[in-house]
């Protein structure tokens, strides 16, 4: 199984500020995936991080809001801009090897005052 | 798109106990079903996952069946212990071979001693 590094694990910000996430996989995987998870919910996929492209992203989701990169194989950031109280939770960063099985790493628990 | 149901949202059971969470989705072109457990402040866990070409599998107390003519596929326990408490997400690939997987609302078990 993949062994996924998130950092940081948590953080306080001041709304209006951004925060970078950062997603080290310790072995090259097909697809990496970044979710937000509501204390007490379930896990929403936010977008889906392509390499060297523009990530895929669902639903409710925008690039302005939520900007991905993924420069190489292992590697992933996400950002959350401009944030809002509204943003408060934890986001999850994934990455799934050829065989599908899907890892997660920590998890980034996020509160914005 | 993929529509996963799971239930019960919460489960109690006394420690030595089984206990039984179930799933249903909507997509029947799913053929990967993994469960994923995660305790408090740490990011989900993969414990098991199944297949669409099989029916069953078992991995020491944890067992997950699958039937794809009703589209439903269950997590078993035996033998619960208080370490076992967490909250179960069960989850279905949005596809045949997809690595985008859409998750249950979760359960959350306590294994009381």
């Known amino acids: 199984s993949a062994v ?3 950092k940081p694990s948590r953080d306080i910000c001041q709304r209006g500020t951004s925060l970078t996430i950062q997603c ?43 900007p991905i990169s993924r420069p190489n194989l292992t590697f992933s950031t996400l950002t959350v801009s401009n944030m809002s109280p509204e ?13 599908t099985e899907a890892f997660f790493g920590q998890g980034t628990r996020l509160t914005v005052v | 798109g993929e529509n996963v149901e799971q239930h019960p949202s919460t489960l109690s059971v006394q420690e030595g106990d089984s206990a039984v969470i179930k799933c249903t989705y909507s997509d029947s072109a799913s053929n990967y079903f993994p469960w994923y457990k995660q305790e408090l402040g740490k990011g989900p866990q993969l414990i098991i996952d199944i297949r669409s070409n099989v029916g069953e599998k078992k991995d020491q107390r944890i067992a997950v069946t699958l039937n794809k003519t009703a589209k439903h596929f269950s997590l078993h326990i035996t033998e619960t212990q208080p ?26 078990l306590s294994v009381i001693p």
């Open chain 1, 4 to 6: 996924i590094s998130q």
């Open chain 1, 24 to 66: 080290q996989v310790d072995s090259q995987v097909t697809m990496m995936f970044w979710y937000r998870q509501q204390p007490g919910q379930s896990l929403t996929l936010i977008a889906t991080a392509n390499q060297g492209s523009e990530a895929t992203y669902e639903s409710g989701f925008v690039i302005d809001k939520f």
């Open chain 1, 87 to 99: 943003d408060s939770s934890i986001y999850l960063c994934s990455a799934s090897g050829p065989n």
């Open chain 2, 83 to 108: 370490e076992d408490s967490a909250v179960y997400f069960c989850a279905a690939n949005s596809g045949a071979g997809s690595y985008q997987l859409t998750f249950g609302k979760g359960t959350k």
